[in-house]
């Protein structure tokens, strides 16, 4: 998985507080997705952006949850205010390309998000 | 959202033996990528799948688009210790952005 890293690899927080995982993409690619896995299931496809831009947040919760992927730096997904059911890792993948230009998603190692 | 059914949920193997796990959907797929998961790290990229009835291999890796376009297949022959691990199916349909991703197979080779 060596080219998308992501930071932290683990992360504990109390409920209520905010969470921030970061991803930076393998070097040439400007598509960064973000999925959620709990334990024993697939991944969750959660948000799909672009440099500076949002293309599909169709799997994002609509309240705590946000993400951005700037000009500049890495992409962020930020929650807000955990709860015990954001515990799950937080996987990011990147491509070259847009998908439906059939370019396939490579993965980072995770974030394991652990919420006391 | 899409469901994807994968089967066998785990698989248990002596080494040497060869492997099938497949992966049904009820919607037409476009692409159909197989990935391998170890514990704590993130999913590997095995193969990717284009083409309706495309056949293709990645060593002892083989995965098949099915016709339908709604399943896949994916083979790994003379299994060794270090193909242990979570193997996924993800679909991509022909609108939209997003994969999605099967439950899993586990796989154990016993030495």
């Known amino acids: 998985n060596a080219g998308v890293m992501q930071n932290p690899r683990h992360l504990v927080r109390r409920r209520g507080q905010e969470a921030r995982l970061r991803c930076s993409p393998m070097?040439?690619?400007?598509?960064v997705y973000w999925y959620r896995q709990l334990p024993e299931e697939g991944l969750k496809f959660m948000v799909y952006?672009?440099?500076?831009?949002?293309?599909?947040e169709s799997g994002m919760p609509k309240e705590r949850f946000s993400a951005e992927f700037p000009k500049e730096g890495p992409s962020i997904l930020r929650i807000q205010q955990v709860v015990r059911g954001d515990s799950a890792a937080y996987f990011c993948?990147?491509?070259?390309?847009?998908?439906?230009?059939?370019?396939?998603?490579?993965f980072g190692d995770g974030t394991r998000l652990s919420i006391l | 959202g899409q469901q994807l059914n994968q089967s066998p949920q785990s698989m248990f193997i002596q080494e040497g033996e060869d492997v099938s796990m497949n992966c049904t959907s009820s919607?037409?797929?476009?692409?159909w990528l197989w990935y391998k998961q170890d514990p704590g790290e993130g999913p590997v990229l095995l193969i990717a799948?284009?083409?309706?009835?495309e056949l293709t291999s990645n060593g002892r890796l083989t995965a098949q688009f099915g016709i339908t376009r709604k399943d896949s297949f994916l083979n790994i022959s003379a299994s060794i210790p270090s193909d242990v691990g979570i193997y996924f199916c993800?679909?991509?349909?022909?609108?939209?952005?997003?994969?999605?991703f099967g439950t899993g197979t586990s796989l154990t080779v016993i030495p």
């Open positions: 993948a990147s491509s070259y390309r847009q998908v439906l230009s059939n370019q396939p998603q490579h």
């Open positions: 070097k040439g690619h400007s598509h």
């Open positions: 952006l672009q440099k500076e831009n949002i293309i599909d």
């Open positions: 919607s037409i797929f476009n692409t």
């Open positions: 799948l284009y083409k309706a009835g």
């Open positions: 993800a679909g991509q349909l022909r609108t939209g952005n997003q994969f999605y």
